[in-house]
């Protein structure tokens, strides 16, 4: 069972920001997209950040500009830098991975849809204060 640890999640006042972090029990090379969402209670998970296996990556508008995913595969780590973070940030984050085999980008909305990940971390809470 491959294994997704998320860090680097706390408090931060509006303006700030954070790094978190998704360490991976395999090798995250042999994923096709790895992504990062947020949830707030009584809210439907939301896809924030998505990285394919060929480098391309997606954001939705709300934090395009001010997240940047990234992926470290000699470290089996997927970033995500968040800057400019505003209280509507504030959520659980999680991290997702959708293995192999591998195939073209399916491009946006569909590379942030929840239902296309099969794995998926524990979370990590973000609180934004104004």
């Known amino acids: 069972q491959v294994q997704l640890v998320e860090s680097g999640g706390g408090s931060v006042q509006a303006g700030g920001s954070l790094r978190l972090s998704c360490a991976s029990s395999?090798?995250?090379?042999?994923?096709?997209?790895m992504g990062w969402f947020r949830q707030v209670p009584g809210k439907a998970r939301e896809g924030v950040a998505t990285i394919h296996f060929g480098g391309t990556t997606g954001y939705p508008d709300s934090v395009k500009d001010r997240f940047t995913i990234s992926k470290d595969n000699a470290k089996n780590t997927l970033y995500l830098q968040m800057d400019n973070l505003k209280p509507e940030d504030t959520a659980m984050y999680y991290c997702?991975?959708?293995?192999?085999?591998?195939?073209?980008?399916?491009?946006?909305?569909?590379?942030?849809?929840?239902?296309?990940?099969?794995?998926w971390g524990q979370g990590t809470q973000v609180t934004v204060s104004s």
């Open positions: 997702a991975a959708k293995w192999g085999p591998f195939s073209g980008w399916v491009g946006l909305p569909r590379a942030l849809e929840a239902g296309i990940y099969s794995n």
């Open positions: 395999t090798y995250t090379t042999t994923a096709m997209y």
